[in-house]
């Protein structure tokens, strides 16, 4: 496809006139049109325009009502909780009770997730209908984040997606919301296609058209803004950002946003399967179980000059899981600083004077300049001694499962929160992991220690908000203090649209359709 000469692109964009339908360019394509597929930005995002859940969130991450109106503790193991009247999905069937059961009770029959929602409902005992309009969720201990957290999972239509899997909504079949826009057609590795639904309780939704196009290449995401091929871009990279932002005839939205940006390490098997000595033999012991040599990659890491000149100020360097302003923040938790005669010397004392081998994975189109961060990262990663085998960036889609699947040893990763809090981050990041319980669903390095686990666990049992942020903090501490986890820096996320359309920024990063509208 020609592309148009900047300065005629312009001219062009500032022709149109606002229409009736909305194209969008996302950078990465969902896992599964299942809205319970993934609990993942890219999945989220799809499912937002389409799918409703019992709660959602203004643009800071602060619940509010959505299907569910209103919910009260009937006492510390049961939830009542209000659904929305009048609420109809795309077919014209009403929203009842039993529909809310069955999305709740779906989310452990899908199978093959890399971010399963089980992480949100894993405090869920049973859920039963009461009447058409009211549930009661009973927790298996008491859980006084439970509404917040299952109010994200989305809500099917059980007439329509009763025994049907992802591959069989995949496929288009099920795909019953009550969203703003009614699914129509996906094509894989290119769109995703819905219209206007007439029977929205939110009102008459600001587009008739929605398309998601899904272009990985940031160049070719700015070339069809600036052609008119499409009408709203996400993870503008910091220096298009500042192109757009100079411009007078594209809008630029940006917003510091929740997503943690770190580095995750294998640190629970004896043997890594991509560490070797030094000299590219192997090494019969997994380095990465000793928290000095942990607390050594952390202190070999410049955030500073990631952030700032790799990232162009499009990041905050970070010290810990959640920013400022989310319950559970430790004020005490400043980013490590800088300190390669610290991490050598934590080296030696574990037992690696002269380092050892290292392969970095990461994805190549998740994040902002992720496949750079990486490059940047092994090559401060080997001024402190340790040799990097190689740096391997991957598409997000094969990345993650392979991730998940613990096929890596040391891998930069991300972690987004929809709450308000860090429960949820704490929880599914660094809980021992257990499929059962629903805890550590992204805890990809397996990490584990027993106290974390048991003031998380305190925590998540506290009904007192102030109580239990605290406790949040002190399990925090404990992980840091562990190095359980690099934090690296929280991502400032940047969308660029034509001039007509208003985006609201988030910082949980939505990119769907309803968070733009004509203006």
């Known amino acids: 496809m020609k592309t148009l000469p900047v300065a005629a692109a312009f001219a062009l964009l500032a022709t149109q006139a606002a229409a009736a339908d909305l194209v969008i360019g996302r950078a990465s394509e969902q896992f599964s049109l299942d809205p319970q597929f993934a609990f993942s930005g890219n999945n989220i995002a799809t499912a937002t325009d389409m799918f409703d859940s019992l709660l959602g969130s203004d643009a800071s991450n602060q619940p509010e009502p959505a299907l ?10 049961t939830w009542r909780i209000h659904l929305r009247q009048g609420v109809t999905f795309q077919d014209g069937s009403p929203l009842t009770a039993e529909d809310v059961v069955f999305s709740l009770r779906r989310v452990k029959a899908v199978v093959n997730s890399p971010a399963p929602y089980t992480a949100v409902t894993r405090s869920v005992a049973s859920v039963d209908a009461i009447d058409p309009l009211t549930i009661e969720v009973k927790t298996n201990s ?40 009614r699914f129509v057609r996906a094509v894989p590795a290119d769109r995703v296609e819905m219209v206007a639904s007439p029977h929205y309780w939110g009102g008459k939704p600001a587009w008739d058209k929605v398309t998601l196009r899904f272009i990985p290449s940031a160049p070719a995401r700015i070339a069809a803004l600036l052609s008119g091929d499409v009408d709203l871009i996400d993870q503008l990279a910091p220096a298009d950002a500042k192109m757009v932002g100079g411009s007078d005839k594209v809008t630029l939205f940006s917003i510091a946003s929740t997503r943690l940006v770190y580095l995750a390490m294998d640190s629970a098997r004896e043997v890594s399967p991509f560490i070797t000595d030094a000299s590219g033999g192997k090494l019969d012991r997994n380095p990465l179980r000793d928290p000095r040599v942990r607390l050594a990659l952390s202190k070999s890491i410049d955030r500073d000059a990631i952030a700032s000149r790799l990232l162009d100020g499009s990041a905050e360097p970070a010290g810990q899981l959640v920013p400022q302003g ?5 004020p005490t938790l400043g980013p490590q600083k800088l300190d390669l005669a610290g991490a050598r010397q934590l080296l030696t004392e574990a037992g690696y004077p002269k380092g050892f081998g290292l392969t970095l994975h990461s994805s190549s189109d998740r994040l902002p300049q992720d496949a750079a961060v990486a490059q940047a990262l092994g090559q401060m990663l080997r001024r402190a001694g340790l040799t990097i085998n190689g740096v391997a960036a991957l598409p ?19 972690i987004g929160s929809p709450a308000s809090n860090s429960a949820d981050t704490l929880t599914s990041v660094l809980a021992t992991y257990d499929t ?7 805890n990809r390095g397996r990490y584990s220690n027993a106290q974390y686990d048991a003031v998380l666990s305190q925590a998540l049992g506290e009904f007192d908000e102030a109580r239990r942020n605290t406790l949040l903090a002190q399990a925090t501490h404990i992980a840091i203090a562990d190095t359980a986890i690099v934090p690296l820096y929280w991502q400032v996320v940047h969308w660029g649209a034509r001039k007509g359309i208003v985006y609201t920024p988030r910082r949980d990063e939505g990119s769907s359709a309803s968070f733009a509208r004509p203006g």
């Open 68 to 77: 569910a109106t209103h919910w009260e503790a009937i006492d510390p193991l």
């Open 142 to 181: 008491p859980r006084p984040l439970a509404v917040e957290q299952i109010g994200t999972v989305n809500i099917l239509s059980a007439k329509a997606a009763t025994g049907l899997s992802s591959s069989d909504l995949n496929a288009g079949r099920g795909m019953v919301g009550t969203g703003p826009y």
């Open 396 to 414: 997000y889609n094969v990345y993650s499962s392979a991730a998940s699947r613990q096929e890596y040893s040391l891998f930069l990763f991300s």
């Open 436 to 442: 059962a319980k629903g805890l550590g669903a992204f």
């Open 326 to 330: 989310m319950g559970g923040y430790d």
